[in-house]
């Protein structure tokens, strides 16, 4: 009979302290989460200050730009009285999406220079690598991205084709660009010959010692 009283003692000690411990992952859990919730509304609306800036400053004054709550881009613009969403695809939202992105980067570099330090988000510095982001854009948005461009990050990466680079873009970054490379393919074709593609240099890099 003692033998079971001193089992059932035990199972029940543990019992309990599965219950505790239950309990404390369960506070645990909700602290983490309270932390993250916090740590991610201060970022979205340091985004959506510094989006609506930035496209505001080269949109039309009937259009603006929005970080929701669960952090999707939109884009309104005033018809009359009433704000209507654009849809997917058009030169605003291009622009607004690289003003989303650089303003993360933005704020990742100035959260890593700060000098209080944070578990929970320390920032850092980072490129940005674009890859033909004028896309179909007309003209005059083509020119509105490359004038965006050079304000997204400390060090930007874009790729373009000779005619998306042509024109305004050209206008816009030639001059402020600190290295340009022109990638030529070579597809190989004849006896020996196999795929290659061939760097060269247009405008080499500003080293200051």
Known sequence: VSADLENAREEQEQATLAK???RAALQTRAEIESSFNKVQNAVRKLADQ??????????????SAEITDEFELRIRQRVGDQWTELSKGTGETQIASLAFIGSLVAIARERYEKDT???????????????????????????????????????????????????????????????????????????GNYPETRIRTEKAVKVDY
């Open 20 to 22: 505790k411990r239950w």
């Open 50 to 63: 510094r989006v609506s800036s930035m496209f505001e400053s080269i949109a039309h004054k009937d259009l």
């Open 117 to 191: 330090q944070s578990s929970y988000f320390t920032g850092g510095i980072y490129p940005i690598v674009m890859d033909s982001p004028f896309g179909a854009l007309d003209d005059d948005h083509r020119r509105q991205v490359a004038h965006l461009i050079p304000d997204l990050g400390n060090q930007i990466i874009v790729l373009v084709t000779d005619s998306q680079w042509g024109g305004p873009v050209e206008s816009e970054m030639e001059d402020i660009a600190g290295a340009m490379y022109t990638l030529d393919f070579d597809d190989g074709t004849g006896d």
